[in-house]
Each structure stands twice: as structure tokens, then as C-alpha cells.
């Protein structure tokens, strides 16, 4: 599959700021996803974006589809100790049907 | 009640045991995959079905054995496997599994060690 590269790898922050993470490919994708994935659990949906540009909220949590369909980014708005898990990126390519591909994941902690 | 339900949740065996994993989707999707969730390696996807059809197998071992009795159920059996096997393997269902725009709901996973 399209190698996703997802940023940053890692981060650690204080409750109420806000985060920033991105991911990017050499190709063009139709579809980016967001997933955050619990400890001992499976990833869930965040966000769903579907056309370039695209800027959509769930929340505290805001998700673009780039312009160029080969990067999306996902914020979260004054973050709280729950936020804490691993967000995945997903994307479909534009060059096969169905299979999503996903980042490695951005650790996120939050200290109280 | 979460919409893809998997059990067992964690599964130790021998690597000379037979077992199954299963999955269940409530969410009246026609499409089921499963995919392996090793630490710190993106998410591998192994098959795919599509109305019950097996529409992609990606290089999988044949020690994993995916069956699809219906477009609600999902299983994979696991014989002679070996302890790098050990990972998070999740099951997922969407719409539609030939078609733009899918966005995959996942099950909580089982956590298999091969011992």
C-alpha cells in the first residue's frame, strides 16, 4: 500500500493546549481519516473527510483534507486528560478501490 | 452494545494449538477485513471480504485462514503459528468494500500471544 507518513511521532503536553499532528503521502488519496485508539482497544472514528479542502469539526477537534489530496491534519483545541491515546491517519488512494492505508500514529499525553 | 464485537479479547496459545478468532458486525456493512496491529508498525491489512467474496489477501501466511459465512460474521483460524504472530488483530466492516469514500469501523481487537 501508499506509505503514509505521519507527524509527530510523539508528544507530550499540558492540559488546555492545544495540539497540532499531520499526516502526508507521495500520492493522491479520495478519502483521509482520523482514528484515535485507546490502550486494549481498537481505533474509533474521529473524522471523516471526503474532498480537498475540506475543513470539518467534531468538537474540539478540527480535520482538513489538504489541497493538494495528499496531506490532512487534525488539531485539538484545549486539551484535557482524556485526549490521551494514540491518533491514527487513514487514507484511501485514488488508485485502488478500498484499502485503507494508516500512519504509524501519534502518541499524544496530557499532563493534568 | 459497540457495532463489530470480537472475542475472545485475548487469546494465549501454543504454537502447535488451533484456534479461531471471531467477529461480528451489527451495523449491516458488506464489507469485513481483518487487520494486525504489531507495536510500532502502521496497521497491516490481511483480507478483505466483500459479500462474503475474498477480494484481496495481502501475502498472508497460510497458517492464517479467513472464512466469511455471511456478510455479518467473520472469522480467522490460526494453526501451527509462531511467536512474531503475537500482535493486537482487529476486525473491521464498512459500507462497502469496492467503493470510494469507506470509512472502516473496528472492533476491539484480541490480543494474541504465541507462546
Known amino acids: 500500500g501508499q506509505q503514509l507518513n505521519q507527524?509527530?511521532?510523539?508528544?507530550?503536553?499540558?492540559?488546555?493546549?492545544?495540539?497540532?499532528?499531520?499526516?502526508?503521502?507521495?500520492?493522491?488519496?479520495?478519502t483521509w481519516l482520523w482514528y484515535k485508539q485507546d490502550p486494549g482497544?481498537?481505533?474509533?472514528?474521529?473524522?471523516?473527510?471526503?474532498?480537498?479542502?475540506?475543513?470539518?469539526?467534531?468538537?474540539?477537534?478540527?480535520?482538513?483534507?489538504?489541497?493538494?489530496?495528499?496531506?490532512?491534519f487534525l488539531n485539538i483545541s484545549a486539551s484535557i486528560p482524556s485526549d490521551v491515546g494514540i491518533?491514527?491517519?487513514?487514507?484511501?488512494?485514488?488508485?485502488?478501490?478500498?484499502?485503507?492505508?494508516?500512519?504509524k500514529g501519534t502518541s499524544l499525553l496530557v499532563t493534568p | 452494545e459497540t457495532g463489530v464485537t470480537q472475542t475472545p479479547r485475548h487469546l494465549v496459545m501454543g504454537m502447535t494449538n488451533k484456534k479461531s478468532l471471531k467477529c461480528e458486525q451489527h451495523l449491516g456493512?458488506?464489507?469485513?477485513?481483518?487487520?494486525?496491529?504489531?507495536?510500532?508498525?502502521?496497521?497491516?491489512?490481511?483480507?478483505?471480504?466483500?459479500?462474503?467474496?475474498?477480494?484481496?489477501?495481502?501475502?498472508?501466511?497460510?497458517?492464517?485462514?479467513?472464512?466469511?459465512?455471511?456478510?455479518?460474521?467473520?472469522?480467522?483460524?490460526?494453526?501451527?503459528?509462531?511467536?512474531?504472530?503475537s500482535a493486537l488483530y482487529l476486525c473491521a466492516s464498512s459500507q462497502g468494500a469496492l467503493v470510494r469514500n469507506t470509512e472502516a469501523f473496528f472492533g476491539q481487537g484480541t490480543r494474541l500471544t504465541v507462546v
Open chain 1, 87 to 103: 491518533y491514527f491517519c487513514a487514507g484511501q488512494p485514488s488508485i485502488s478501490g478500498y484499502a485503507l492505508n494508516f500512519g
Open chain 2, 29 to 85: 456493512h458488506n464489507a469485513m477485513y481483518w487487520y494486525k496491529q504489531s507495536a510500532k508498525k502502521p496497521l497491516e491489512l490481511m483480507f478483505v471480504y466483500s459479500l462474503e467474496e475474498r477480494v484481496e489477501n495481502n501475502s498472508v501466511p497460510s497458517r492464517f485462514s479467513p472464512e466469511c459465512p455471511n456478510s455479518s460474521h467473520l472469522f480467522l483460524h490460526l494453526h501451527t503459528l509462531q511467536p512474531e504472530d
Open chain 1, 41 to 72: 482497544e481498537g481505533p474509533v472514528l474521529l473524522i471523516a473527510l471526503y474532498k480537498a479542502g475540506e475543513l470539518t469539526s467534531n468538537g474540539r477537534l478540527t480535520a482538513q483534507f489538504g489541497i493538494t489530496r495528499k496531506d490532512s
Open chain 1, 7 to 30: 507527524s509527530p511521532q510523539s508528544m507530550f503536553i499540558q492540559e488546555g493546549e492545544d495540539v497540532s499532528m499531520n499526516c502526508t503521502s507521495s500520492s493522491i488519496f479520495n
